[in-house]
């Protein structure tokens, strides 16, 4: 359908409709002046289109009378006032259903009809939308191309040939020709008349981009993008804005990412680190055996790592910032934690015990804190002998009541000094070995520089503090609490074994980097291992006893 607007040119409004009034494709557009013609010509178009998918599907199709171009007496026609032309009444046949259009059934649904016609009307007509615009091309010619074009239409004027072919074949409209010419002799010239800001936005590629990123790459990404356009234009004469900049690290696929630190390897640890690796993948754990990490931790009454949540009226109140005595002196305790492999068919969830790195201490004065004589715990300082007497006497009494199935239980350390330094491995080794009534303890030390080797310090210690960080920890006492409480509750089987299979993973990945740590983060493990953790934590069914 046509409509006028007052003196802007026509709107063409298309609907193909197949079937029981199934739309398939409807589109609108605005025509500029002296593009009456354009619509006849877009209708047309799209009602050959309709007139193929109708053939194909069964549908009365249109004659060919019905699809003839309208000239400009048609069109003018088409766009007069609608009260000029009125609808004819409709017969009694069509008013009650007995036209023979009316009684002819559809042998397609109109579903399956939309399914099988969709796409190509929807693209023909949003091809017929773009051949009938207004005449004019789409491309912005460089002067060159500009010239070439004048020159290619005046030599087929001269042999009396149409310049619409020469239009086409250039990628314009064919009344590209007849404002080159007006500009030609109104400027006597073909240069471009557009000023300012106009045009393409600039895109860094190629060559340039390479600049962009041996630029990032020399200041370690720490640079602004409002840096790096001074640092194009200062070092390459590139002028561009930070925006440019921005949409360039975008279409390359850069990503920030936290600055997080590694330990420092030499080669002899990335030795240790690939043979230990090797060791830990390709050997099975016995299910008969059990296998236990652990590790130290400090817990702050205050973490700075995590934003909160500030809503407009606790904001007038105050910034949200919590108020401490020092910042350098955040009050913290240690605690000593011990993670083993769920076995759920023996009754194991995985956890052995957390034990807080404290003395009993008896206060000597009365003070705001304490009353003379109240026996209350102090922090003390991890030293070897401390450390020895909490796995003599603390540890391993809780991994033989934990796993009383187990033959033996491995326990990995690290290899700090308080838990290799004065011979206290060998003092441990011995007290594990000569138990008599439950599992022997064997004590083994991870590689030296290699945190990520053991689970507690890869992932339990960090989704541990991040869930006790969302509590509201005052004092000591409070934190001491709600670690314990965080540590019962948090962590289920089916969440350890996650994470023990997370550290497979890593210790494969370290075996693939020759001992090295600058590989990337496996994540898709932890989806994988659900699978297995529901069939290692599934119960062991007992034998069928005979009735």
Same mark, same amino acid.
């Given at each position: 359908?046509?409509?006028?607007?007052?003196?802007?040119?026509?709107?063409?409004s298309v609907f193909l409709n197949f079937g029981k009034n199934v739309v398939v494709a409807h589109s609108e557009t605005h025509l500029g002046r002296g593009g009456t013609h354009a619509c006849g010509v877009m209708a047309a178009k799209l009602a050959r289109c309709a007139m193929g998918m109708a053939s194909s599907v069964g549908e009365e199709v249109p004659t060919q009378e019905d699809l003839e171009v309208p000239t400009e007496g048609d069109a003018s026609e088409m766009m007069s006032p609608p009260n000029s032309r009125k609808r004819a009444r409709r017969t009694k046949e069509e008013c009650h259903g007995n036209a023979a259009s009316r009684t002819r059934k559809s042998t397609r649904s109109p579903a399956a009809l939309v399914g099988r016609a969709f796409l190509t009307v929807a693209a023909a007509a949003i091809g017929c939308l773009q051949d009938a615009g207004g005449g004019r091309g789409t491309r912005n010619l460089t002067t060159d191309e500009k010239w070439a074009f004048v020159s290619d239409c005046r030599v087929a004027i001269s042999k009396g040939e149409k310049t619409g072919k020469v239009a086409e074949k250039h990628g314009v409209g064919k009344n590209m020709y007849a404002r080159l010419e007006a500009q030609w002799h109104t400027t006597s010239s073909l240069e471009s008349q557009r000023v300012g800001n106009c045009g393409a936005k600039q895109i860094l590629v190629g060559a340039d981009l390479d600049k962009l990123r041996k630029i990032n790459q020399d200041c370690n990404g720490d640079k602004t993008f409002i840096e790096l356009a001074a640092e194009l234009k200062e070092k390459h004469q590139i002028v561009v804005s930070p925006e440019t900049v921005r949409c360039a690290t975008i279409r390359d696929h850069w990503r920030s990412v936290p600055k997080y630190t590694c330990p420092f390897l030499t080669e002899a640890n990335m030795e240790a680190r690939r043979v230990w690796a090797h060791q830990q993948t390709k050997d099975e754990w016995d299910p008969r055996d059990a296998h236990v990490d652990i590790d130290e931790k400090w817990f702050k009454t205050f973490s700075r790592k995590r934003k909160r949540k500030v809503d407009p009226l606790t904001e007038k109140a105050g910034v949200g910032r919590t108020p401490i005595h020092s910042k350098m002196h955040v009050p913290k305790v240690m605690f000593l934690c011990a993670i083993g492999v769920p076995n759920m068919a023996r009754g194991f969830n995985g956890k052995i015990g957390m034990w807080r790195c404290s003395a009993p201490y008896?206060?000597?004065?009365?003070?705001?804190?304490?009353?003379?004589?109240? %026996?209350?715990?102090?922090? %003390? =300082?991890?030293? +070897?002998?401390?450390?020895?007497?909490?796995?003599? /006497?603390?540890v391993m009494p809780a991994l033989r009541a934990a796993m009383p199935w187990a033959r033996v239980i491995t326990v990995q350390m690290d290899n700090a000094t308080p838990h290799v330094g004065k011979g206290i491995v060998d003092t441990m080794q011995q007290a594990g070995m000569e138990y008599e009534t439950g599992p022997l303890i064997r004590i083994i030390a991870q590689p030296p520089n290699s945190p990520d080797c053991n689970l507690l310090d890869l992932a339990f210690f960090n989704s541990l +503090?991040?869930?006790?960080?969302?509590?509201?920890?005052? =004092?000591?006492?409070?934190?001491?609490?709600? %670690?314990?409480? %965080?540590? /019962?509750?948090?962590?289920?089987?089916?969440?350890?074994?996650?994470?023990? +299979?997370?550290?497979?993973?890593?210790?494969?990945?370290? +075996?693939?980097?020759?001992?090295?740590?600058?590989?990337?983060?496996?994540? =898709?493990?932890?989806?994988d291992a659900a699978k297995g953790a529901r069939q290692v934590l599934a119960p062991v069914n007992g034998p069928r006893t005979e009735r």
């Open positions: 359908g046509l409509r006028q607007r007052e003196s802007r040119g026509a709107t063409l008896t206060a000597k004065r009365t003070s705001k804190y304490h009353k003379k004589g109240e %026996v209350y715990e102090k922090d %003390v =300082n991890v030293d +070897a002998e401390y450390f020895e007497d909490m796995m003599l /006497n603390k +503090a991040c869930q006790v960080s969302k509590r509201s920890t005052p =004092n000591v006492d409070e934190l001491v609490k709600v %670690v314990h409480e %965080v540590y /019962n509750t948090f962590h289920t089987p089916e969440k350890l074994m996650k994470l023990w +299979a997370l550290k497979k993973a890593v210790l494969q990945r370290i +075996a693939a980097n020759d001992g090295g740590n600058q590989f990337k983060m496996p994540h =898709n493990v932890l989806g």
